[in-house]
């Protein structure tokens, strides 16, 4: 069955505004093959950081349509540009999200943490020169810094701080961002990961990748402090015995299938 | 901008500690009506900061908010309340206008309904 999606020839362009392309079908696909879960998951808050053309966040919103049980959406972006054409290509497929000119999150951080339910991120992933990084207009979206880390390095942060206790981040990546080294440091702030959707074009390899809190990972990378600070004593103590009892304790046996 | 997001924002400037709630300057004030879902303002409720959300109403021209948070029984049964709870969070726009850091004065533009929070090298 296929579901609504932004269609090409209602969005709205500029020529300061990446277009849609492979990277953004490639995110789009991911959502929708996950759609069934995402349904399930309910998600009360959603957010795009960078939102360019608006194909991204229109497609979402469309995809989980009027099954999305009242879920609100707000997304940014630093190029005045791209929220301008978001807004007429949200307008053009009869969707609203409220639109906020800025860096990655800047002014949304302190409150709207650990309030997000559903983040989805196309960051600027291409290696350039770092003093690329920055640049106003188009270059925005892309350019990416060394080996197409400076922006997402500072996403990902920022990223942590926004998601909910249930959240889920679905981001772009490239080979040369070396996505594993990235899932592996998510991991230490408590996140297991899996790449949904792996795309080879002549020009890259692109990664999708989902990120979702996983607390038997937190309690692995923190040897259990996260639990023993989060709960009171009595708590702990019950908490504790049943993770001794269930046995990931020590790491080796987090998935056997008892959680 | 809804107030939902007005919600959510502080001011971003370096330095300054207490960006929260941003004031309002309303040049004009759209509704659009969209359907209510009470899950959903069960849900983000907690979330909300009352006065910031009330004050903030009154001066988009809607006075229908208390001014005290309400207590949560009243959102498992109040029909009304929940309308207005509604209607000031996701129907009222600022679609023009600008919103000001409480402590240092500086103005973000809120035009189109879209606030610009990017800021100047020596404020960030």
């Known amino acids: ?259 | 901008m809804r107030l939902l997001t007005h919600n959510m924002l502080s001011s971003n400037i370096k330095g300054v500690a207490n960006g929260f709630p941003l004031r309002i300057e309303v040049e004009k004030v759209v509704e659009k009506e969209v359907e209510i879902n009470h899950d959903f303002l069960r849900n983000i409720f907690p979330k909300i900061d009352w006065k910031a959300l009330s004050d903030a109403s009154r001066i988009m021209g809607y006075h229908e908010l208390p001014e005290e948070p309400p207590e949560p029984s009243v959102l498992e049964a109040d029909i009304e309340f929940l309308r207005k709870f509604h209607h000031a969070l996701l129907e009222l726009h600022l679609e023009e206008g600008a919103l000001l850091c409480p402590e240092s004065g500086r103005k973000f533009p809120v035009n189109k309904g879209i606030p610009n929070m990017l800021l100047l090298e020596d404020e960030v």
Not at chain 1, 78 to 92: C, L
Not at chain 1, 102 to 113: H, P, Q
Request: hydrophobic share 40%.
């Open chain 1, 1 to 259: 069955m296929s579901y609504k999606i932004a269609q090409i020839l209602l969005l709205s362009s500029h020529p300061e505004v990446y277009e849609p392309c492979d990277d953004s079908f490639a995110l789009v696909d991911a959502l929708l093959s996950d759609r069934k879960h995402l349904m399930e998951h309910k998600p009360v808050l959603c957010m795009e950081m960078g939102c360019g053309s608006g194909y991204v966040i229109t497609s979402l919103m469309l995809m989980l349509g009027d099954e999305a049980n009242g879920a609100q959406f707000i997304a940014t972006d630093i190029n005045p540009h791209a929220i301008t054409v978001t807004r007429e290509t949200m307008e053009a497929h009869g969707v609203h999200a409220d639109l906020i000119n800025t860096d990655i999150a800047s002014g949304l951080e302190s409150r709207l943490a650990g309030s997000i339910d559903l983040l989805v991120v196309n960051p600027p992933y291409v290696p350039t020169p770092e003093d690329e990084v920055g640049r106003e207009g188009i270059t925005s979206a892309w350019a990416g810094g060394e080996n197409g880390r400076s922006v997402i390095d500072k996403i990902l942060p920022v990223a942590d701080k926004l998601l909910s206790e249930r959240g889920w981040l679905y981001m772009v990546t490239l080979t040369t961002n070396n996505p594993s080294q990235i899932c592996r440091q998510m991991m230490k702030k408590g996140y297991a990961s899996r790449i949904f959707v792996q795309r080879s074009t002549e020009e890259e390899s692109l990664h999708i990748i989902k990120f979702w809190r996983d607390i038997d990972m937190e309690a692995d990378a923190n040897n259990g402090v996260t639990n023993r600070k989060a709960a009171p004593p009595g708590i702990v103590d019950s908490v504790r015995s049943q993770i001794q009892r269930l046995s990931f304790w020590g790491g080796s046996d987090i998935n056997n299938g008892t959680i």
